[in-house]
Each structure stands twice: as C-alpha cells, then as structure tokens.
C-alpha cells in the first residue's frame, strides 16, 4: 500500500512496479487522500431510505433481495450499476450531465470527415464551435488539471475514518486467510503463517491504484459479512448498508470495468467478489463472477505454460497466479457441479505429476479431484445412456484411488474441540473438512443418475448405496460443524451439499419402501437416519434464528416434509416422484393434500404424490412453470407464462445471460430460485437414469 507522505498532491506521479520479468501497469491519475472528510461526500438520506439513484430516476420502486445484495432487483435487469442516494449523484454512471455528449460527438465524427476530404475551411469552422461549446460543457466536464487531482469515485465509498480504524483492524484476520486460501499453493495453509503477528494497516494513500482501493473495499465487505455485533458496534451504520455501499463501489469502478483488468490485482479483486457472493449464498452469481475471472485469467494467460509475463500494481501483494488460476478453476467446476452448468474450461494440468510434486497431501487431494469432477462434468454433459454406467465404473475407481493416497489421518471426523471460531486450527479443521464434504459429494454426484433404476442390476445397486452412505458422510460433518459455528458465511458450499445430501437419503429410503417385495437393505438404519436429519434440522434451526439464515429456513422445512413423507411410506403408503403440469401458484415445499410440490426452474414442477412407485413423467410432456418469488418473504408476486422444455437438460449460458435474463418469461434476478438452482440440479441429475422407467415397477 502507497503511503500518505506530506509530498504534494499535484507535485507527485502515480507509482508504478516494474516486477522483474513483468511488464509494467498502466498509470492512473492521483487521487484525494482519506484524510480529508470522506463522510461528507456522501448525501446524508432519511433514516430507512434504501433507494438508488437510477430507480429514484425511473421513479419505480427500489427493492433489495435481501440487505446483503450490493445491487437492487431493478439494476441487475438492466444491467446498470446500481448506486445509492447515499452517494454523490454525480457518481452515478448514468448521470444526466451527458445529455449533450450525442452533439459533441456527432461535431467530432463531422471534424473527421472533414479531415479526411481536406475541407481545411470546414474543419476550421467546427473547431470554432467546438471552441464556443466549452465554457458551457465545462459545467459537467471537469478540466484535466481537475482530472488529475480529482478524488477517484472509490475514496467516497469509504466510511468515516472511525469507521476505517475499526474495519483496518477487524479485517487483518479475514484478509490473511482469504488471500492464502485463494491465491496461495496449501504448502503456504500452515498452522505458522496463520498465527503469524499481523502487520500495522494504513489508510490508503493519496496516488493509491484504484485497483488496490478495490481491493481493501472488497475486504472490508467480506469482513462485514461475519455476523459479530460485539465487533462492529463502533461503526456509525449498519454494517449491511455499509457492506452494501462498498460491493457496488468496488464491482462499479473496478471488477466489472474491462480497463481495470490485466493485473494479477485486479484478478484478486475479481476473485474476491466471487468469495464475497459464495459466503452471501448467491452461487449462481458467484458461478457468473468466477466464469468472468477465468476469463480474465486466460487473457492474461495464466493457464498457459510456461506464463508470459504479468503486470503487477502493488509491490507488497503476495500472490502466486499459479495457485489463482487452480482456485478459479476448483471454484467453476465447484459450483457447476452444485447447480447444474457446465464447466468454464475442461484443463486438467492441475493434476500432473508437475503440478502435484510440491504440494502436501491436502493440495494434491483438491486438486485430484477437480480433475474428476472435471470427468463428471463432462459426462453429465452427455446424453444418458445405459452404456454410460462403464464410465461411470471408471471415475469411481479414480475417486478411490484418491482417497486412498490419503494418509488415515485425514479421514478422522471433524474435531473442533477446544478450538475457538477464528483461529488457525479452525480454519485449517474446517478445510480438511469442506475437502471431505466435496469428495462425498463427487460420489452422490456420479451415482445419482443410477440411484432409482428398478431392476435388480448390481451396478445399480452399488449406486445407491453409494449414494446412501456418502449421505451419512456429509450430513456428520454438516453437524459436527455447524454445532460448532453455527453462524460462519465461509461454508455455503458445505450448506447445500448438505441439502442434498438429506434429500438423497430420504429418497433413496422412500425408494426402499416402494419395492416391498424385495430386501431392504436399509431397514435397520432408518431410524438412526432421521435421528441424524432430525439433529441437523435443529442446527438449520439455530443458523435460522441466530443468523436469520433464509436458505436454511427454507431446506429446513423442505427435509421436514420430506420426513413426513418417508415416515407415511414406512407405514404403507406408496409415492411417485415425477414432474409434471402445475400451477402458477405452486410454491417450494407447498403441500397439496398428501403431496409435495417442488418448483424447480427450467426442470419443472416435481411432484412427490402418494400413489404409485418411483418414476418420472416424460419430459417431453412436462411444462415449465415459474412464479417469480418477492426477494422480501419468498411469496409469489407475478406470474409468467408457461413454457414447453423438450428436454431434462440445463441450457449452457454465457456469463452476461447469467447475469440477468432478458428471454420473455424468464425471471432475471439471481434470488428467484429458492436453493439458486441446487435443488433443480439435484433433481436433474436423479432424474437422468429415471426417464423412460415402468411406471409400474
């Protein structure tokens, strides 16, 4: 970071850092210091205002998913900024003060004509009312000695300095294990570098980068998102307010503009949006934001080798662009898998004998298995066949090869005894946790297809037991963690596997059932199966009510359904799960008599109906129904027409129509989907050996 010396603003050149054997960045002008009063930059609103200035504009009303969203409803639709009215109008990027640049650029494409025709009189003619525009024009377009000595937009976002100490000081623990867990090799994940003494923080300086003012607001965010009253009750306002004001300064001036990028900096900057909106449990937007940091990356050819050079900014930025692009990567497929989409890029150089020589057994089992999931992407990508179950056998044989190049220590149940919540051994227990958790879920993932055949096929049978037990796997170490920190955002991931996992053991009892004539190999675990889902309901409950957690209010009630379903199954009763025609009033979880509907997006409405065995409709016969949900309480507020799907498969989409839909009757906001699209990739993959089974049984 630049430091504030007592050298004249106007005297001083931005500094640059020539790395050896990198090219140099490109300059941005200086910038006004924090120690003048930011605060009084910023409007001061009504209290319980929360509207931005493009709404206000529009005079529509403003709504926020939830207090966590850096961008209103209305904004990620139109794929503008979204800028609060507790911020300097002019800020704004769709500003009024433009309102005469279509004349201005119309007299220098004219100028251009000219030049080219040699009409030298002409020329002069629109140079003299170039000239006369000024004086007016001067009034919205500063000069460029103003340019130059003009605070950057981004030094209005920061709160004021009290608050600054405040965040400079709570963030030097978060900052630390963020930017070693996503831009370091696990060598460096040591118990030393964690408990090493932190270093004094500074205030940004006065020729600070805007990519490094980023870089701090997009870590103080992160820090805001830990839910510890105790810490922040210095702070002149709300934390989500603040914590909102900083993501949309930070993702307006700096990870979504396409000069910011090139740096190893700024893809930090890019990367750490995506940490921020996986921790707020937006995947599908943390799936956009990391497809666009691959992109980034693969411009600045990090996943060639060798790697040209790289441009760097901050000297003291200690980050390895090897270790970024291997986390980028981790995260696509990561979060592809969780809901449904296809990977960013099939590379699988992480996984060579090169790659792997340096890093500890913890590195190389990450790594590994980004590799298969790779695999898993890639045939899931396929149409389903019969003939698929050998590559299936296959992939199931790597993930065992893997696990067992593990050391037996590795394997040993969650242990946070005698550990507090932000230490280094938690975090070093809960990385070793989330690996496990991922390669349980890799095994519900490659099985689940081949999860509800009916038919007395062995290869089958391994599947579902499979399946069943990486279940078990999983929800233990969901418990065992959220027993222990019941409040962490750092674990969504863990979250929804966990959702999945409950759901996967309750149908695969419900299954067991149908099939009465048969042995059930699951009988005498049953019992203990719901204990455990009863056990993780209550943990769901806690994050409910301590956190106001919404997804885990809403998988807490949809595991309850499910386990009034299974134990009315166990009694006698029979069930079919299928999708089908709904209605547009359909809710998650919504009760129709004996039956459970599900809305799920682009899949349909999956119904678990209390009549026959286990099947699924043709797909060819189901219709798409999406009410879009209110981001306030998760009620439907509008209905959208009906669309015909001809098949079970989510379409690929590119990174800006993740962004926001504009296809008519599809909703845009990334909050329209309960579980962001987990459970619509979960019942998608179950259903892809199902289709085209007797219904009879």
């Not at 909106?277 to 600045?300: D, K, P, S």
């Not at 037996?408 to 975090?427: D, I, M, Q, Y």
């Not at 957690?549 to 998988?555: E, G, V």
């Amino acid at each position: 970071m630049i430091r504030d010396d007592s050298t004249d603003v106007h005297s001083r050149r931005p500094t640059m850092i020539d790395t050896p054997g990198e090219e140099p960045a490109t300059p941005i002008s200086p910038n006004s210091g924090l120690n003048q009063d930011i605060s009084a930059k910023r409007r001061k609103v009504r209290k319980g205002t929360r509207s931005c200035w493009e709404c206000k504009r529009r005079k529509i009303k403003c709504i926020f998913a939830s207090s966590e969203n850096a961008a209103c409803i209305g904004c990620q639709r139109r794929r503008t900024p979204c800028v609060g009215q507790e911020m300097p109008e002019h800020l704004s990027p769709a500003r009024k003060g433009n309102r005469h640049l279509g004349e201005r650029i119309a007299r220098v494409e004219d100028f251009m004509k000219d030049i080219l025709a040699g009409k030298d009189a002409a020329a002069s003619q629109i140079e003299r009312e170039t000239r006369q525009d000024r004086p007016f024009d001067s009034q919205h377009t500063p000069s460029q000695a103003e340019a130059e000595t003009a605070p950057h937009p981004l030094f209005a976002a920061f709160p004021a300095k009290d608050d600054i100490n405040i965040l400079l000081r709570e963030s030097s623990r978060p900052s630390r294990y963020t930017n070693l867990v996503n831009t370091q090799p696990h060598s460096k994940l040591t118990h030393e570098t964690l408990a090493a003494p932190y270093p004094v923080a500074e205030l940004p300086g006065p020729n600070t980068h805007p990519v490094i003012l980023a870089r701090r607001l997009l870590m103080f965010a992160i820090t805001l998102q830990i839910p510890s009253r105790e810490k922040f009750l210095g702070l002149s306002e709300p934390p989500s307010v603040l914590m909102r004001r900083l993501m949309t300064a930070a993702t307006t001036w700096v990870t979504t503009k396409e000069e910011m990028n090139g740096t190893v900096d700024g893809l930090v900057c890019v990367m750490l949006e995506g940490v921020f909106e996986t921790n707020c449990g937006n995947l599908r937007r943390a799936w956009v934001v990391y497809r666009r940091a691959m992109t980034v990356a693969q411009l600045m050819g990090l996943h060639r080798s060798p790697m040209p050079p790289l441009k760097r900014i901050d000297p003291e930025l200690d980050a390895k662009p090897e270790s970024m692009w291997f986390r980028i990567v981790y995260m696509d497929r990561y979060l592809s898998l969780l809901l449904g989409l296809p990977q960013g890029t099939s590379d699988k150089s992480m996984g060579t004998k090169a790659a792997l020589q340096h890093e500890p057994p913890l590195g190389k089992f990450e790594r590994l298995l980004t590799v298969i999931a790779s695999r898993i992407l890639e045939r899931n990508e396929r149409t389903f066949a019969a003939s698929e179950i050998t590559a299936t056998q296959t992939i199931d044989s790597e993930l065992l090869r893997v696990s067992k190049s593990m050391p037996a220590s590795f394997w040993r149940p969650a242990n946070f005894h005698n550990l507090t919540s932000e230490s280094p051994g938690a975090l070093l227990e809960t990385v070793r946790l989330a690996a496990q958790v991922y390669y349980y879920g890799l095994l519900i993932q490659l099985h689940l297809p081949y999860m509800m055949r009916i038919d007395d096929n062995a290869e089958h049978e391994y599947s579902k037991m499979t399946c069943v037990n990486a279940s078990r796997e999983i929800m233990t170490r969901f418990i065992a963690h959220r027993t222990f920190n019941p409040v962490s955002s750092c674990s969504r991931p863990v979250d929804f596997f966990a959702l999945l996992a409950a759901m996967t053991l309750l149908l695969a009892h419900l299954d067991a059932h149908h099939h009465r004539q048969a042995i059930n190999v699951l009988a005498h675990q049953r019992l203990s199966d719901r204990a455990m889902l009863d056990q993780a309901l209550e943990r769901m409950d806690v994050m409910s009510d301590v956190n106001e957690d919404a997804i885990a209010q809403k998988s807490a009630r949809l595991i309850r359904r499910l386990l009034d379903i299974e134990a009315d199954a166990a009694e006698g009763s029979s069930y079919i799960v299928r999708s089908g025609i709904g209605h547009d009033d359909v809710q998650d979880g919504n009760e129709e008599g004996e039956d459970l509907r599900l809305r799920i997006p682009y899949l349909g409405v999956i119904k678990i109906a209390r009549q026959g065995p286990i099947s699924r409709e043709s797909s060819l016969d189901a219709f798409l129904v999406l009410p879009r949900t209110s981001p306030v309480d998760g009620q439907c507020s509008s209905h959208l027409p009906r669309l015909g799907r001809p098949n079970g498969q989510l379409q690929a989409l590119g990174c800006e129509q993740s962004t926001s839909f504009n296809h008519d009757g599809i909703p845009a906001g990334v909050e329209d989907w309960t579980f962001e699209g987990v459970d619509m990739a979960f019942f998608d993959g179950l259903m892809r050996g199902s289709s085209g089974v007797d219904a009879t049984g």
